[in-house]
């Protein structure tokens, strides 16, 4: 019975080494056919290693204001002179066909999808604290000193907007993590207006 | 961090014979320490077997009325001249501690919560089908064919009250309906407004 149920959108954001990514292809890989990670497209050139339609669907100029125009796009935003969004089609595809999908994207997108309204779920994940997020910046040894200090301003200034988000995560360990967003995951399934469906199907049993 | 997080309050609604005490029963069992059953007040007399405060609270009926008069019921109705109510510090004094509380309540009772708007979540179980839940009460053998029928009846009839839940559980497998109902308890513990203390922390850190 439960297959007519339409699949959610989580929308998931969180600062620079909270650790998005790790905990996503976790869940990803707990949940290869009930689960789909949205992927964007945009304007950018592919970098070495990267596949269309896998890291992005890589589109001309021309072809990103096509989609644009014609509402193809659930939002979208201009960074640095290239175009980047989230085509609506595959996402629509894949809640109707009842699998749930998650869309790694900063706060302002997800702000952009909240103001839609379209019954997308928040979840906001937080580092443990601000001085473990140095730690890990600094671990990473990709960025200057300058650079870690900016991205922890810019996680500080960001935190305010977890308020606007449904859910909060801590990322302390991985696995406890990714456990709370499937606990998330499963109770949205079991929102009274995702099963009108079964109830009226029980009524007329 | 996290045992700042005040309580959440379930309203657990369902048919007679949908399982509600085998479900709640299980709940408690593997949540001893941070799930609390709600125990009713009444100024029926008790039945044999019956312990106040495990049962219930047994009342007079002056006791009763001067809860209700002190604001220190959640919720109260008179049935068949007996009164019944749901007893505010217990719950209140739960949820502060941060244990979430239980409550399994027939629907008028959960509607009449639901309007006092205190942040309590709704969960409404559902049988697999009114087929399923006949064979369930003839099993029983408690009840003449026709109070079977007109327990069936009442069911259909209050079916349409699901809606107003906010989450709906089928028990097809008890072992299943526990757990769906343990994903919900765990993601409401997820939920922003739950967990301002929690960000406020990671704020300042």
Known sequence: MNNKRQGTLFVISGASGT??????????????????????????SPRKGE????????KTEDEFKELIENDGLLE???????YYGTPKKTVDGMLGRGIDVILEIEIQGAMKIKAKDIG???IFILPPSFEELRKRLVERRTETEDVVEKRLQTAKE?????????????????????????????????????NLNLISEVQKS
Do not use: M, P
């Not at 990514?21 to 950018?44: P, Y």
């Not at 979208?76 to 290239?82: I, P, R």
């Open 158 to 194: 960001e935190l305010q907007y977890a308020v606007e988000y449904d859910y909060v995560i801590v990322n302390d360990e991985v696995d406890k993590a990714v456990e709370q967003i499937e606990f998330i995951i499963n109770a949205e399934k079991c929102r009274v207006h995702k």
């Open 120 to 122: 997308a779920k928040f």
């Open 76 to 82: 979208w935003a201009c960074f640095c002179g290239n």
């Open 51 to 58: 596949t269309n339609g896998v890291h992005y669907f890589f």
């Open 19 to 44: 650790g998005k990514g790790t905990i996503i292809n976790s869940l990803l890989e707990n949940h290869k056919n009930d689960l789909f990670l949205s992927v964007s497209a945009t304007t950018r």
